[in-house]
């Protein structure tokens, strides 16, 4: 119904204005905010927060959605190390698999195949924080074994190694 509306006010390119949003068209995108890590990040264990890939947004409306993006380059013990991970919004962990016996939940797992390699792992979510607080979204990691982040296990010099990026993002949307 509400296309019709749309598309009767002359909008046929699919662009969403203030008057459509009256309408009840939501999801303009009000504001970004990314965070992409450059250095690199070496832990083990359970729920560790992985050191500056974070970000703050305000919503502006607590009916606002955010959407996070995020892009995670890691490595680890070849053929051994596992890594989960989730995001979590201040200190609740979101956007995870449900629960089932003692399996570890996240929103990817990592299985790294060797020392002189990295792989990449990406993940979405829309999230309704219903605040107009500054919200803080951070991805943790759990590994059986080291994990490396935007680096190989090895990390020897050479041009073979890789050092990467890891990157979050936050972006709201109109409710």
């Not at 959605?65 to 680890?76: A, P, R, Y």
């Not at 089932?100 to 792992?121: H, N, P």
């Amino acid at each position: 119904m509400a296309l019709t509306r749309i598309v009767s006010r002359g909008i046929t390119d699919g662009t969403i204005t203030s008057a459509n949003l009256a309408l009840g068209v939501g999801g303009k995108v009000l504001q970004v905010v990314s965070t992409t890590k450059t250095d690199t990040f070496t832990g083990n264990g359970f729920g560790i927060d992985v050191t500056g890939l974070s970000v703050s947004i305000t919503p502006s409306s607590a009916s606002n959605k955010i959407l996070i993006l995020i892009n995670i380059t890691g490595g680890g013990v070849g053929g051994t190390n596992t890594a989960q991970y989730r995001l979590v919004r201040g200190s609740t962990a979101i956007y995870l698999g449900d629960a089932s016996g003692s399996r570890e939940r996240g929103f990817t797992s990592f299985l790294s195949v060797d020392q002189f390699s990295t792989g990449s792992t990406s993940g979405n979510f829309l999230d309704s924080p219903a605040t107009t607080s500054s919200t803080t979204y951070k991805v943790t990691v759990t590994s059986n074994n080291t994990v490396f982040i935007n680096r190989t296990k090895d990390d020897v010099d050479d041009l073979l190694r890789q050092r990467a990026a890891s990157t979050i993002t936050a972006i709201e949307i109109a409710g």
